[in-house]
């Protein structure tokens, strides 16, 4: 009898040890996927001369690329706007959202459009199939390039932290000291999100931790 409660314990300890490591290990790849930035664009260092978007001639210019079904760049979005208000009058802006190739219009007009666009100071376009994603060479959703006046790449890179979540961070430091100082101690940063030109059952699948 004494036997059989000693089993009892030892294989009611071995299933809490098991079910601790379980735990364990969905929080080490959770944090692992929050934390790991996505590919890194490298865009040119003057402004595209091709590009349909206006660059401005008394300012300076900000570009965000999103993909307009990644819920990462929620976060993206609102940084976006608390940046805009710290840069009032410093800063004209633009969110590009990319349609890729073959899907109908109005597909990129998701939540994140509404939000973007509800930003005093920020133009909202679409990009269909990615030509503007890729005149700014940019590949991840939330990248933000910003030029100044004279079409000089002042900054590139993301304004969050981690994957979907907001808070004070260094890219949008940044630019914020490079709009009210001139000058900022880093000039690029990682970007947290999904490929910009994926569908958006692709981007959905990879982002789902961003809604947890």
Excluded at 19 to 27: Q, V, Y
Aim: glycine content about 10%; proline content about 5%; hydrophobic content about 40%.
């Amino acid at each position: 009898m004494e036997s059989a409660n000693v089993m009892k314990r030892i294989v009611a300890v071995a299933s809490g040890l098991v079910w601790a490591a379980a735990i364990l290990a969905g929080l080490w790849i959770s944090w692992g996927y929050e934390n790991t930035p996505g590919i890194a664009g490298v865009p040119p260092s003057q402004w595209p001369a091709d590009s349909e978007v206006q660059l401005a001639a008394d300012r300076a210019t900000l570009v965000m690329l999103a993909h307009p079904h990644c819920p990462c760049s929620r976060a993206s979005i609102d940084e976006l706007s608390l940046l805009m208000t710290r840069g009032q009058g410093r800063v004209t802006a633009y969110v590009l959202f990319v349609r890729p190739a073959g899907l109908p219009d109005g597909w990129e007009k998701s939540d994140l459009w509404h939000s973007a666009a509800a930003i005093p100071g920020v133009n909202v376009l679409s990009d269909a199939g990615g030509v503007e994603a890729r005149r700014f060479q940019a590949t991840t959703s939330g990248d933000v390039v910003l030029y100044d006046s004279q079409g000089r790449l002042l900054f590139s890179g993301g304004i969050t932290g981690s994957r979907g979540h907001s808070g004070d961070n260094v890219g949008r430091s940044s630019i914020v000291a490079l709009l009210t100082q001139g000058t900022a101690e880093r000039t690029q940063t990682f970007v947290f999100g999904c490929p910009l030109l994926d569908s958006s059952s692709k981007c959905d699948r990879e982002a789902e931790s961003c809604n947890q």
